[in-house]
């Protein structure tokens, strides 16, 4: 599992709340935390994975530098999914950036988007994806794609620390459902034979 986006939308506190523990360093800020490629081993239902945290897009790397990144490891040791976290920002979305990595990237290995920062939205948190505005605009799901940004599958989240959950009632259960989906997800593409490495690199 490889977990991909810019710098400061919150990729290491993906990483965590995937893990179910403080794997990742993380900051408060917009500061870029993870500064090379780093594997984490994690298991969740009963499944063991390899989560990937990759340096932020716009951080300490060059963009081509960072894709580098990931088609070494689809070459080195196989990608089963694409984690794309992104928050809820227009400025953490880059269209141009993911048509660059399924480019190098093979066709069946799927790109998942996640939206963080999530838990103060009213009603539930998929809301932000599919809720039509009054005004008649596109849902932000529909928006994300006219700008290209086409996803296998998709989830909206929280990735609030436990630390900061632990007397909120409302973020904690929010946290928990977070997890959660992004489990379902994960085991739903990484069931079955993992991919070899290379097996279609382009």
């Known amino acids: 599992v490889v ?83 992104m928050r809820k920002a227009r400025q953490t979305m880059m269209p141009d950036t993911l048509r660059e990595i399924r480019r190098v990237v093979p066709s069946e290995v799927p790109i998942v988007a996640v939206v963080t920062e999530l838990e103060r939205i009213e009603g539930r948190m998929e809301s932000w994806w599919t809720t039509q505005p009054e005004d008649g605009r596109l849902t932000n799901g529909q928006a994300l794609e006219q700008r290209g940004m086409s996803f296998d599958e998709h989830a909206c989240v929280t990735t609030l ?21 992004i489990h379902s997800i994960l085991l739903g593409r990484c069931r079955g034979v993992k991919r070899k490495p290379g097996s279609s690199v382009r």
């Open 3 to 85: 977990v991909f986006g810019r710098t400061g939308a919150g990729i290491s506190s993906l990483v965590n709340l995937i893990a179910g523990s403080t794997v990742a360093q993380c900051h408060a800020d917009t500061r870029p935390c993870t500064q090379k490629v780093t594997g984490h081993h994690a298991s969740f239902a009963g499944k063991q994975v390899c989560i990937y945290d990759i340096p932020g897009f716009g951080g300490v790397s060059t963009e081509s530098e960072t894709i580098e990144s990931i088609r070494s490891l689809e070459r080195e040791r196989g990608i089963d999914v694409l984690v794309y976290c």
């Open 161 to 181: 620390p436990l630390e900061d959950v632990a007397h909120h009632d409302t973020f904690r259960e929010r946290r928990q459902e977070s997890q959660e989906v």
